[in-house]
């Protein structure tokens, strides 16, 4: 059984227009995603900025909720739940924020933004167990127990994504939301990341949701890779054949951008003409045709399935067989 079973998820927020609020509509911002994550297993999510992203991750963990769909956790629905029963299951279900500048409180220190956490879910018996327990999250993540008196604003960006994952690490997770956790990061310090993340991963048997814009940072961590547009999933398979055999021209495009040592190795680049489509009026059909170099007439009314031409494979296009 997954650990993590999402079916058929929407998140649509309302947008009014008029003085007095008039007609309704609706920016899609997911609409209809379905997908699993193994026990210990990193699923990476890959996509342009305003695919869905973040709201994805988001919902998951309902810090936005969803409009459908079910969010299947331990076999548990996560979105039937509130209040008291769904505070205990976000014990095992965490979230890293892409910015490490914002996600922490400047006005605390580093024990109280971590000892937070052990002091919601009664995770410490007394102040000795509880700051025992935060210098132990401080070593797990490469930090000194002195910093634990110390304020975020005392710390490097690499540093304070390091405080994150302490805090997330802090209720002994079972699944962490890395939302685009090394984004804002140097290209040196995201490598010490994400090598952070795979050794907790071994030690702790934690499973991952990785979201990147970056697929080379994706497909290096994440054993398989989900690729998402406007909203839906267009292609999920092991990160090996997403890189070595893609199927959706929008994968093969973001795939062409990625930049590569060896000049014999060099994809010639995909050029996507125009702009991502509006979430709010998506066009009819394949949600990438207007963009897509081998869209068919089939592409302009048909909305193609996510559907398994090769097994382990998911592609949505309908020229994917």
Known sequence: MPLLEVQNLKVHFPVQ???????????????????????GETLGLV???GCGKTTLGRAIVRLVEPTSGRILFEA????ALSGAELRARRRRLQIIFQDPYGSLNPRMTVEEIIGEALDIHNLADGQSARRKRIYELLKAVGLDFTHAERYPHEFSGGQ??????????????????????????????????????QDLQQERGIAYL????????????????????????VELADAKAIVNSTRHPYTQALLSAVP???????????LLPG???SPIHPPPGCPFHLRCPLAEPLCQTVVPSLHEPVAGHKVSCHLAT
């Open 275 to 277: 702009d991502v489509p």
């Open 76 to 79: 548990e629905d996560l979105a």
């Open 47 to 49: 996509g342009e900025s």
């Open 160 to 197: 304070r994504q390091r405080i994150g994952i302490a805090r997330a690490l802090a209720v002994e997770p079972k699944l962490i939301i890395c939302d685009e956790p090394v984004s804002a990061l140097d290209v040196s310090v995201q490598a010490q990341i994400i090598n952070l993340l």
């Open 210 to 233: 990785f979201i990147a814009h970056d697929l080379a940072v994706v497909e290096h961590i994440s054993r398989r890779v989900m690729v998402m547009y406007l909203g839906k999933i």
């Open 260 to 270: 590569v040592v060896d000049p014999q190795s060099r994809r010639q680049r995909i």
């Open 17 to 39: 227009h008029g003085v007095f609020g008039g007609a309704r509509e609706f920016v899609k911002a997911v609409d209809g995603v379905s997908f699993d994550i193994e026990r």
